[in-house]
Every structure is written in structure tokens, then in C-alpha cells.
């Protein structure tokens, strides 16, 4: 009993490793569009917050924050634009909310499968809801964060219109993204939990 302990801790390790990985990787490997990019790096955070709760969730998370907070210093030029302003509120969108995203992914999953006793409904209910919250966050922070005011003082000459302007097309360009995070995330997410719980 002991070995088969030992080695179910193991392989968990061995796929939470993994998961770290690819989500490291599709953070940076992301597919730009306009002045936003898209990125399928919710999968394996999502994949680890069914598989594994929302302890994992979170931590997986928050290497996808992390990571997106990086690349403000590096290949986003929306991120430069970002910690032009303020590095700590560009911080505060990349990061936090990308772990809370990891953590409500694994809460709803455990709630929603305690009364739907299917497992491919639960995982693609759940699988929807990663892509869903990344985005809510992400637009919901930059709003509260940096405002059309805060715009409007970094670009200067600009009128307020021009910065309402700016806004509504960061909000299409996340909107067009949330899509196909929606699709691409509902369907690979849920597909990978239920191939690897049948591995298992």
C-alpha cells in the first residue's frame, strides 16, 4: 500500500511538473493580435485546477501571472505600454488575477461535479469558465486600474474621445480573444482531463 502511495505522489508531481511547463511555454509562445495577445496558457492551468484542486490551480496561475508580468519588460508592447504608466497596477493585473482565476476554476469544478454526475459535462463546464475569468479579470482590472484619466495624462495631447477611443478597442481586440479562448480552451481542457483520467 505504502509503494502504491508513493508512487501515486510521484506521477501527481511528475504532471503538476508538467503542467508548469507547458504553461510557462504558452505564456510566451502567445500569438499577438493588434496590441493584445492570445494565449492558450489557461489550458494547463485549467487542466491542473480539475485534476488536482484549487491549491494547484492557483499555483499554476500564478506561474501564467507571472510569466505575462515578465513579458511587459520584454515582447508585449501593450505591457510596455502598461508599466509606462505604473509597473506595481501592471503587476496587479497580470498577476493576482490570474492566480484567483486558477483558484475559482478548481472551486467551481469541485461544486459543479458534486451535482452533475457527468464527467465530460463537468470538465467542459469548467474548462469554459478558465478563458471566461481570465478575461472578466484582465478587463475588469485594467478598467479599475488604469483609467481613461491616468490614458489621458500619458499620451498627453490626446482627447478624451481619442482615449474612450483607445479603450473600446482594447475591449473588442480582449473580446475577439475571449472567443477563441473560449472555444480552443473548452474543448482541448476538457479532452485532456478526460484522457488523462481514463490513463488513470
Not at 505504502?2 to 504553461?23: C, D, N, P
Not at 485546477?49 to 490551480?57: K, N
Not at 473600446?168 to 483520467?197: F, P, Q
Request: glycine letters at 10%.
Amino acid at each position: 500500500m505504502r509503494y502504491f502511495s508513493t508512487t501515486g505522489k510521484t506521477v501527481k508531481l511528475v504532471e503538476i511538473s508538467v503542467l508548469t511547463a507547458l504553461t510557462v511555454v504558452l505564456t510566451f509562445f502567445s500569438i499577438p493580435i493588434l496590441t493584445l495577445e492570445l494565449t492558450l496558457a489557461p489550458i494547463p492551468v485549467l487542466v491542473g485546477a480539475i485534476l488536482y484542486g484549487p491549491l494547484v490551480g492557483g499555483f499554476l496561475g500564478g506561474c501564467f501571472g507571472a510569466c505575462s508580468f515578465i513579458m511587459c519588460f520584454t515582447t508585449s508592447p501593450f505591457g510596455q505600454f502598461l508599466l509606462g504608466i505604473s509597473w506595481f497596477r501592471t503587476f496587479l493585473v497580470c498577476f493576482p488575477t490570474r492566480v484567483l482565476m486558477g483558484v475559482l476554476v478548481g472551486l467551481i469544478f469541485k461544486a459543479i461535479s458534486r451535482k452533475i454526475h457527468s464527467e465530460p459535462t463537468a470538465y467542459g463546464i469548467s474548462s469554459f469558465t478558465a478563458p471566461f475569468l481570465n478575461t472578466l479579470f484582465f478587463l475588469g482590472s485594467l478598467m479599475i486600474l488604469f483609467t481613461p484619466a491616468v490614458i489621458a495624462g500619458v499620451l498627453g495631447a490626446a482627447a478624451p474621445s481619442d482615449v474612450f477611443g483607445i479603450f473600446s478597442l482594447i475591449i473588442a481586440m480582449a473580446g475577439i480573444n475571449c472567443v477563441v479562448e473560449l472555444i480552443s480552451c473548452t474543448v482541448i481542457g476538457s479532452a485532456i482531463c478526460l484522457a488523462l483520467k481514463k490513463i488513470r
